[in-house]
């Protein structure tokens, strides 16, 4: 099953302090108010500790997590 994602919507959510720049970047689906987030690990030159089966979508990186919007659930 494909994912579509809303191209009206995404965020970039970083953490830049302490000489570290690390981004990644959330997309809304287009079917639900879901958001899911993606981290480069590879760009970053980080270990992949996510299962291989997860969600790569390129170049954004892998489906480190999603979060509900709006307090719904799948």
Do not use: V
Not at 20 to 36: G, L, P, T, V
Not at 46 to 67: A, D, M, V
């Amino acid at each position: 099953m494909d994912i579509l994602y809303d191209n009206k919507y995404h965020l970039h959510l970083g953490f830049y302090e302490d000489n570290c720049d690390y981004e990644s970047i959330a997309f809304k689906r287009q079917s639900k108010d879901i958001w899911d987030i993606f981290f480069d690990f590879k760009g970053y030159g980080i270990k992949n500790i996510t299962p291989e089966s997860e969600l790569t979508l390129e170049p954004f990186g892998t489906r480190i997590f999603f979060i509900y919007n709006k307090g719904n659930r799948i």
